[in-house]
C-alpha cells in the first residue's frame, strides 16, 4: 500500500500538481510545460522519445494503481496531462510563442475530447484509456499548433 501511495504522490499526480483544488488537470500541464521546456530546448526528438517512455511507464502504473483501488481515471492523476503537453511540445518546437501554443491547444483538445479522442477516453479502460486519449490530444495539438504558427509565420513575414 505505501509502495502505491507513493507511485500516486510522486508520479501519477506529477509532483503534487494534480491534487490542485481547482482544475488539477490545468496545473499539470502548466508543470508538464515547465518541465518539458528545458528538454524541447535540447532537442524536440528527446521530448518525444521521453513522452513515450512516461507514458508506458504511466499506463503501466496506472494500470497497477486502479486494479489496487478499484478506481478509473482518479482526477489526482495527471501523468497523462504531461505526456500530451511534451507530444504537442515535441512537434511544434521550442520558444515562448510555441509553448504557450502547445500548452493551450492541448487543454482544448484535451478538455473537448473531439471526435477519437473522445471515443478513445469513452472506450477504453485502465492505463491506456486513461493516457490515450491525452496522447492522441498531444498529437492533434502539436499538428494543429504547427500549422497554425506557420500559417502566421507567413502572413507576417
Known amino acids: 500500500m505505501k509502495k502505491q501511495k507513493l507511485i500516486k504522490d510522486l508520479f501519477l499526480s506529477l509532483l503534487y500538481s494534480g491534487y490542485s483544488p481547482k482544475a488539477p488537470g490545468t496545473a499539470g500541464s502548466a508543470l508538464a510545460v515547465i518541465l518539458g521546456a528545458p ?7 528527446t521530448l518525444f522519445l521521453a513522452s513515450i517512455f512516461v507514458a508506458l511507464v504511466a499506463i503501466k502504473h ?22 500530451g503537453v511534451w507530444l504537442a ?11 504557450i501554443t502547445a500548452f493551450v491547444l492541448f487543454r482544448i483538445f484535451d478538455i473537448y475530447k473531439p471526435s477519437l479522442i473522445g471515443r478513445i477516453d469513452r ?9 490515450g486519449d491525452d496522447a492522441l490530444a498531444g498529437v492533434v495539438s502539436g499538428l494543429v499548433g504547427a500549422l497554425l504558427l506557420l500559417g502566421i509565420e507567413k502572413l507576417i513575414g
Not at 472506450?123 to 493516457?131: N, P, R, T
Request: charged share 20%.
Open 89 to 99: 511540445m515535441s512537434i511544434i518546437g521550442f520558444g515562448v510563442l510555441e509553448c
Open 62 to 83: 496506472i494500470d497497477l494503481y486502479e486494479a489496487y483501488t478499484q478506481t478509473h481515471d482518479d482526477k489526482s492523476i495527471v501523468i497523462d496531462e504531461l505526456v
Open 39 to 45: 528538454i524541447v530546448y535540447y532537442s524536440q526528438e
Open 123 to 131: 472506450e477504453c479502460k485502465g492505463g491506456l484509456g486513461v493516457v
